[in-house]
């Protein structure tokens, strides 16, 4: 008798787990994007859609850009803007030859405006030239686990070799947001430069309540 009620008390918690699997399912929103993630700061998988697919991640990229020019550069050092830097395909920070900006200024532009030329110039500046810094990107994908990532540049422009996927890319800023002026420059919704004002691209800091911060990014392959 002992063993059937056992039993018995198995499969009902079983029925229920499965009945409230299934109200769970239908709760799960609809997400059309083909990749996603939803992650806690900790690691923890909350929701995730083909979230180890690889796939182009456009100016997301400068999320690693800024990463590496932190752990590598002091906010306050100075920058000289060569012509290589200037003209970059794509958004940009409207960089001219011969100005002169420290580092968190061209972070800004990097993070709110989206300049392909602000990374161009930061990565440069760190690295020496593009490649050398690419290098750097990979050796930090690699220490944060980022096992389906390649980077290629630093500003997110279609090219071979440069990919990553949504878990990958959510480890990344799971990392990022723990870097207090990561997260303070993300945060921002405009910031003067010089003689500009940068306004964040990132809507969702605006038109989603909670958002606290991040990078979007685009081109028309991504």
Do not use: W
């Amino acid at each position: 008798m002992l063993k059937k009620i056992i039993v018995a008390a198995i499969l009902a918690a079983m029925v229920y787990n499965i009945i409230n699997t299934k109200a769970y399912a239908d709760e799960l929103p609809s997400v059309s994007a083909h990749s996603a993630v939803v992650m806690h700061s900790g690691g923890e998988i909350v929701f995730e859609k083909n979230a180890d697919e690889t796939m182009l991640i456009a100016s997301t990229t400068k999320i690693m850009t800024a990463l590496v020019v932190l752990e590598n550069c002091d906010l306050n050092e100075t920058v000289e803007i060569l012509p290589e830097y200037c003209g970059m395909e794509g958004s940009s920070m409207y960089l001219r030859a011969g100005e002169r900006y420290t580092v968190k200024e061209l972070l800004q532009g990097l993070l709110l405006v989206s300049g392909n030329d602000a990374a161009m110039a930061l990565a440069c500046y760190t690295a020496g030239d593009a490649e050398s810094f690419a290098a750097l990107m990979n050796e930090k994908a690699a220490a944060l686990g980022m096992e389906n990532s390649s980077f290629a540049n630093p500003h997110g422009l279609d090219a071979e070799g440069h990919h990553s996927t949504a878990r990958d890319m959510a480890k990344l800023l799971c990392c990022c947001m723990e870097n207090e002026e990561f997260a303070a420059i993300t945060a921002m919704k405009s910031c003067t430069v010089g003689e500009q004002t940068l306004y964040n691209h990132n809507k969702l800091l605006s038109g989603c309540n909670g958002c606290i911060g991040g990078k979007t990014g685009y081109t028309e392959a991504a």
